[in-house]
């Protein structure tokens, strides 16, 4: 067990920060701290790698307790990853990353060449980065460095502090798809702060309930949409509570990887040809070398248009993510008009359709929707 | 070129005030740059209480509108005159810039980037050195500039109460109405000061991260 | 010292006009100059680097240099001693924080803001008028304090060329070993320099758009 708290309490004089907290955290999992302002959600995160020490009570990481390790040993050895602005802006990407292999002594070459990994991990490129300073990336970006230097030293714990707070929603939902492919590739045991229920949904494994400093409900995601624990867990959970159970379905799940790909040599006449067979009304146009997607082109505007290449005709398309959720995709189907869309993952590969009846089948198989309508 | 000609016929003696310039204005100086900034770091640790780096911040932020001869008259009494009453006024003279930029720039730094490091497992004297003064070095420094020119404009003055130094030219020159001999002193004092706060804007630039160089540059041309 | 201040209150009064009348005189100088050139360099990016960094330079010359030149410059003229050296070095010191002000005052404004004053039909002497200015005067009250905080040490230096003020009680005492008159001086004009500073900053506070106050206090 990686990280097991024992009666772990905080108080501030008569004040309990945190309260008689007894969970302990599943491994290689995200484990979501949920809850309203003033919960204890953060405290209970930073009591872990002691930067608020505890009051009462234990916490045991890999069965030693916190209390025997040297605080800054401790944190060293467990990743921290906090909203972007805890970037250092006197560090190049590089050196911020390195923050840790060199509080570690890590040789020189070794710490290039995990920094190399990480920037290929959170999808970077680092012969345009890596010599940037934090002030020169957008929001996005800066996130990605923050991501990758929690990681640096490889720890098997990392703690994340709200860290896609301050972006801004739709790139929050593409960094949250990033973010969950790589903990597919990396499975470290992660603690999550935040205090959107949607995020905590869409990224939890398990999600832990904090009210007034005390659990009130620790359990799967899927557990926490489906039986909310108390009024207060319902109530966070929201009036829409019915569709977020779509926020626990992810794209990559159900998506399909029959769909027609086009390259750009080939002529209109010869796509539309494909398309028939295919009994299509739609195909992607792709990279021939890396299957990255280009655009899309319809039946429709072949036959309508009249230009000699297919590049002319490809529109720009709306896409989702692998790890995003089918909430996610019915309202960028919503919004685009189409009714599928492709999949592409980080590197802007085609990977997949999801159409919009694959949803609405979804929602009819789940039991939230008549659990709604109990309630109604 | 009447001007030039008190320092054309007596090379050594402008040498010689100027050495002693000089002197007064670098042992000052260096001590309060060391004193200042080591103040400065200590109010800033969270163990002193807020309420005593506010006092620092506030009374340095008054004392900045106290004339300078005001100090050196004060010290005057104590010590008479000499050069080491001019090099205790122009001390303290020079704190007071010195420690209101840097202590004041320890409070602008975000609590987050702090916790940031706490949290990688940074000692406390790694994030004081690593973080907290790489990331308010331009403040440091724009506090000893200040000092620096304060420092030796005032050396000149500090004459008056014996100290030596350029302000020995400038006087005598001012009651006999000598103009060349002002300008003796006046045109090395002032090329003394140009010269050393080039020196130090270039020693800023070379030190700072230029990551925090962009910053500034980004907010100036925001704001 | 009180003493000294109660026997020679008269004196003490007298210096204290003359010192402040000095810093009065060079005042309305160094505003209309300053900014007037602050206004017509923040139109030029090139002039306004060139006009900025002469000033910092002038800045860096010590003040009694600054005296000495003055007298130089001005003795031909018949005008080498007493009060015009003083103002004239009080103007080169005191335009150079209200230039520099008054530009990154223009500057502080959101272009934004001026799109929309420009949107809503207003000429650019419109806009430097109603919009520029106003959202400016923070600043530029920030660069007149500092001019006459700098004012009061300057002026007390001014003795020197024969100008008067406080700074007699000071430099004279100290020739004639008159230790309690050179307390008197040093504690007046201390007194006198933390004294307007505050009053300015008072004053900067009162003539402050209030919406922009709002503004500061929030961030």
Same mark, same amino acid.
């Given at each position: 067990m990686a990280i097991e708290l024992i009666n772990a309490e905080k108080t501030y004089g008569d004040i309990y920060?945190?309260?008689?907290?007894?969970?302990?955290?599943?491994?290689?999992?995200?484990?979501?701290?949920?809850?309203?302002?003033?919960?204890?959600?953060?405290?209970?995160?930073?009591?872990?790698?002691?930067?608020?020490?505890?009051?009462?009570?234990?916490? #045991?990481?890999?069965?030693?307790?916190?209390?025997?390790?040297?605080?800054?040993?401790?944190?060293?050895?467990?990743?921290?990853i906090i909203q972007e602005i805890g970037l250092f802006p006197h560090y190049t990407i590089f050196d911020n990353i390195a923050t840790v292999p060199r509080l570690l002594h890590w040789e020189e070459k070794k710490i290039r060449q995990r920094v190399l990994e990480l920037m290929d991990l959170v999808n970077l490129d680092p012969d345009e980065f890596l010599q940037?300073?934090?002030?020169?990336?957008?929001?996005?970006?800066?996130?990605r460095v923050g991501v990758a230097r929690g990681l640096a030293a490889d720890p098997d714990i990392v703690l994340m502090d709200e860290p896609f707070g301050a972006i801004d929603p739709i790139n929050r939902e593409k960094i949250q798809d990033s973010f969950l492919e790589i903990q597919k590739e990396i499975q470290k045991t992660i603690v999550f702060v935040t205090h959107d229920i949607h995020e905590a949904i869409k990224l939890g494994d398990s999600i832990a309930i904090l009210d007034e400093g005390s659990l009130v409900q620790f359990d799967s995601a899927y557990n926490v949409v489906n039986n909310p624990a108390t009024p207060l867990v319902e109530d966070l959970l929201g009036s829409d509570r019915a569709f977020k159970g779509l926020a626990l379905l992810r794209v #990559?799940?159900?998506?399909?990887?029959?769909?027609?790909? @086009?390259?750009?040599?080939?002529?209109?006449?010869?796509? =539309?040809?494909?398309?028939?067979?295919?009994?299509?009304?739609?195909?992607?146009?792709?990279?021939?070398?890396?299957?990255? =997607? =280009?655009? &899309? &082109?319809?039946?429709?505007?072949? #036959?309508?248009?009249?230009?000699?290449? =297919?590049? #002319? @005709?490809?529109?720009?398309?709306?896409?989702?993510?692998?790890?995003?959720?089918? @909430?996610?995709s019915l309202t960028k189907l919503f919004s685009s008009g189409f009714t599928a869309l492709p999949v592409i993952d980080d590197k802007n590969v085609l990977v997949g359709v999801i159409h919009m009846q694959t949803i609405l089948d979804q929602i009819e198989e789940m039991s939230i929707l008549e659990t709604a309508e109990d309630e109604a | 070129m009447g001007i030039f000609s008190f320092m054309i016929q007596n090379p050594e003696r402008v040498m010689e005030k100027l050495y002693e310039h000089i002197i007064i204005f670098a042992l000052s100086w260096v001590t309060a740059v060391i004193i200042g900034l080591a103040v400065s770091i200590i109010i800033s640790r969270p163990w002193v209480k807020t309420r005593v780096s506010d006092a620092v911040i506030s009374i340095t932020s008054a004392s900045q509108s106290i004339p300078s001869i005001a100090v050196i008259a004060v010290v005057f009494l104590f010590t008479g005159i000499g050069m080491l009453p001019a090099v205790i006024a122009l001390f303290l003279y020079s704190l007071v810039p010195i420690i209101f930029n840097a202590a004041s720039a320890f409070r602008?730094?975000?609590? $987050?980037?702090?916790? $940031?490091?706490?949290?990688?497992?940074?000692?406390?004297? %790694?994030?004081?050195?690593?973080?907290? !003064?790489? !990331?308010?070095?331009? %403040?440091?420094?724009?506090? !000893?500039?200040?000092?620096?020119?304060?420092?030796?404009?005032?050396?000149?003055? $500090?004459? $008056? !109460?014996?100290?030596?130094?350029?302000?020995?030219?400038?006087?005598?020159?001012?009651?006999?109405?000598?103009?060349s001999q002002i300008f003796a002193g006046a045109f090395p004092a002032a090329v003394l000061a140009i010269i050393v706060d080039v020196?130090?804007?270039r020693a800023e630039k070379r030190i700072t991260s230029n990551g925090i160089l962009m910053d500034i540059e980004k907010h100036s041309q925001a704001v | 010292m009180f003493y000294y201040i109660l026997a020679n209150s008269s004196r003490i009064i007298d210096g204290l006009v003359r010192h402040l009348y000095i810093i009065a005189?060079?005042?309305?100088?160094?505003?209309?100059? *300053?900014?007037?050139? *602050?206004?017509?360099?923040?139109?030029n990016k090139r002039a306004e680097r060139i006009v900025i960094g002469i000033a910092n330079i002038l800045m860096t010359i010590p003040s009694l240099a600054l005296f000495g030149f003055a007298i130089i410059i001005m003795s031909p003229l018949g005008m080498g001693i007493g009060v015009p050296p003083?103002?004239?070095?009080?103007?080169?010191? +005191?335009?150079?924080?209200?230039?520099?002000?008054?530009?990154?005052?223009?500057?502080?404004?959101? +272009? +934004?803001?001026?799109?929309?004053?420009?949107?809503? *039909?207003?000429?650019?002497?419109?806009?430097l008028r109603r919009i520029q200015l106003p959202l400016a005067i923070p600043l530029l009250m920030a660069g007149i304090r500092n001019a006459c905080v700098m004012g009061v040490s300057v002026t007390t230096i001014a003795y020197l060329v024969g100008a008067g003020g406080m700074g007699h009680f000071i430099f004279a005492g100290m020739t004639r070993t008159r230790l309690d008159m050179v307390l008197a001086g040093a504690v007046i004009v201390a007194v006198l320099g933390i004294a307007t500073n505050y009053l300015l900053v008072m004053l900067e506070r009162a003539v402050t758009p209030r919406g922009l106050m709002l503004e500061q206090n929030k961030e």
């Open positions: 920060a945190v309260k008689d907290l007894t969970m302990t955290i599943p491994d290689n999992q995200i484990t979501i701290l949920i809850g309203p302002s003033g919960c204890g959600k953060t405290t209970t995160m930073k009591m872990i790698n002691g930067l608020i020490p505890k009051t009462n009570g234990d916490i #045991k990481i890999n069965g030693t307790s916190i209390d025997e390790w040297n605080p800054i040993q401790l944190r060293r050895n467990i990743g921290y940037k300073y934090p002030s020169q990336l957008s929001g996005g970006q800066r996130q #990559k799940d159900h998506m399909t990887k029959t769909f027609t790909t @086009l390259t750009k040599s080939v002529s209109p006449a010869d796509a =539309l040809q494909t398309m028939k067979q295919h009994d299509t009304k739609f195909a992607f146009l792709v990279d021939g070398r890396n299957n990255k =997607l =280009l655009g &899309v &082109v319809t039946a429709k505007d072949i #036959k309508k248009r009249r230009a000699d290449s =297919l590049d #002319k @005709l490809s529109k720009q398309s709306e896409y989702i993510q692998p790890y995003a959720t089918l @909430l996610e | 602008t730094i975000d609590p $987050a980037l702090k916790e $940031a490091g706490k949290g990688m497992g940074m000692s406390n004297s %790694q994030i004081l050195w690593k973080m907290e !003064v790489p !990331v308010i070095l331009p %403040q440091l420094f724009s506090g !000893v500039r200040t000092a620096a020119t304060i420092n030796i404009g005032t050396t000149t003055i $500090a004459s $008056a !109460v014996g100290a030596g130094g350029l302000g020995d030219l400038i006087f005598i020159g001012l009651r006999f109405i000598n103009t020196l130090l804007s | 005189a060079s005042l309305p100088i160094s505003v209309t100059i *300053g900014v007037a050139a *602050g206004i017509l360099i923040s139109r003083a103002i004239f070095a009080l103007v080169i010191y +005191s335009f150079l924080p209200i230039t520099r002000n008054t530009v990154l005052a223009l500057h502080a404004v959101p +272009s +934004s803001t001026i799109e929309a004053a420009r949107g809503m *039909g207003m000429t650019p002497r419109q806009i």
